[in-house]
């Protein structure tokens, strides 16, 4: 049975018993410690995979681009005619049209549609 050391009266053959608990609390300490840095070491290695992977998948995309081979340097936009048709008409094979239809709105720092009569520089 368990009772407070103020509850024991003077002249009882009452023992005190006080349990190492420091050691365990150190214990707990060094393991909660060790536990943490597997935990960061684990996350810093995804981390470092994660980032290996979108390195050799194509990284930041920082490829030129530039149109094919004899295009004109500018050209005027027809009356229906849509950056897509410019991208499928001037890109190179092997270019992705959204990355030449980015690169088309960057060059002429076009915001929204573009309008007929429009004159485009082409990425060269």
């Known amino acids: ?8 009266t ?30 960061r070491m684990a996350l810093a ?15 930041v995309g920082n490829s030129v681009i530039a149109s094919r081979d004899g295009s004109p340097s500018r050209i005027t936009l027809q009356s229906g005619q849509t950056l897509w048709d410019v991208a499928d008409r001037y ?6 049209p959204r ?11 076009i915001e929204g549609a573009p309008q007929s009569g429009q004159r485009l520089r082409l990425p060269r």
């Open 99 to 109: 990355a030449y239809v980015d690169a088309l709105l960057r060059m002429n720092n």
């Open 45 to 59: 290695g995804i981390f470092v995979l994660v980032v290996a992977g979108w390195l050799v998948a194509g990284g």
């Open 10 to 39: 003077p002249g009882t053959d009452a023992a005190v018993l006080s349990f190492p608990t420091g050691l365990a609390r150190r214990r707990a300490a060094r393991q909660m410690r060790v536990v943490y840095l597997r935990r």
């Open 91 to 96: 890109a190179p094979a092997g270019i992705d």
């Open 1 to 8: 049975m368990a009772i407070r050391r103020e509850d024991l």
